[in-house]
């Protein structure tokens, strides 16, 4: 869990333009893996 923070500090002086793509980004990452994840157990217990 420290990679957040070591991110808040490296972002801090940049644009917010590309805070929020990195936060939206991540965010939209760890559903597409969820989904995937999901979609593959579901496959395997067939």
Do not use: C, D, R
């Not at 333009?17 to 979609?39: A, D, E, M, P, R």
């Amino acid at each position: 869990w420290i990679m957040p923070v070591m991110m808040f500090f490296i972002f801090k002086g940049m644009p917010a333009g590309l805070v929020l793509y990195w936060t939206i980004f991540n965010i939209l990452s760890v559903i597409h893996q969820y989904y995937i994840q999901k979609h593959f157990k579901m496959k395997e217990a067939q």
